[in-house]
């Protein structure tokens, strides 16, 4: 009777573990954010904006998306903004398992521009846009860049550009900064982290050409390897000192001028502030620091930066 009690008890343990064993733990969304900030188009135009999810493998992902005045601008399932008239209006992005979680992008819609008018690209036209499209070939650059339009723009474009067609074409980075990133893009696979060993197309190869020759001719070396979108990226959260004793003087300059950059300064140098101009999410208002609406986190990170600087 008690090996039979025994034997019963055994059962009833091994089918209570087998129905658990086999249970996923939920992951919660914590939170979205849209990139750029801010479009700027011309009637007629469209643009996709890119949203990163955290976490990346969160259960929850479907995002559901609306604009302030269809009349001005119109979004579809996939974040991909059409300007139809002129005038301003907001897309918000937002979680539709969580209505809580959200983020606005600003649209600004302009009139079509005049055929007579200088067609080169402006810095605003060279900007990187980042897609959210699963096959890589569809990635930007999706076309082959011209000596003119490769002069137009800066170090910190050029540099994340190659990155960008590295990682398209599954380059996996040494540096983890940089890896984490594009880990974070649902068109990114690694491959390999031998060039060698990437099946570039001949598109990708001769802008990839075209852009470092660009960078080393101009003093590439000081840049940094994510560019602005990275420090925009950074300077919305706390930073933390183990963080920035990882980073290059350079790179805790780039992020000290972006936490200002972001709260509307306007710099004293002309070649800081055309960097900045050429940033959409950018708007100058003062030269005046203490004008600034620094928040409480900004000023932490600020103190921690300048505390690293050498």
Known sequence: ????IFLWLALVLFLAGCSTAGVKKSVPLESIAAYPEQIRLQKGDTEVIQVVITPNNADEQELVWATSDQSVAIVDKNGVVSALE?????????????SQISCHVGIIVTGKKNVEQDTQPSREDSYVTYVPQTNATLVYPTYYFSEREV?????????????????????????QEIQNYFSQMPWYVAVSNDTSRLAMSSLDRSNLNLLIRFRDQNGGNMSSDLGWIWTRHIV???????????????????????????????????ELQSLFDGQPWYQGKTSEVDQLPFSAMDKENLQILIDHRS
């Not at 009777?1 to 039979?4: A, G, I, L, S």
């Not at 190659?162 to 380059?171: L, P, R, S, V």
């Open 1 to 4: 009777m008690k090996k039979t």
């Open 86 to 98: 002129p005038g301003h209006c907001t897309v918000t992005v937002a979680s539709k398992a969580y």
């Open 236 to 270: 919305d959260s706390p930073i933390s000192a183990s963080y920035v004793s990882n980073l290059s003087d350079y790179d805790i300059q780039l992020l000290i001028n972006t936490i200002y950059a972001k709260n509307g300064y306007l710099f004293e140098t002309k």
């Open 151 to 175: 002069e137009r723009m800066d170090q910190e474009q050029i540099q994340f550009l190659i990155n960008q067609i590295y990682a398209k074409n599954g380059y996996v980075f040494r540096s």
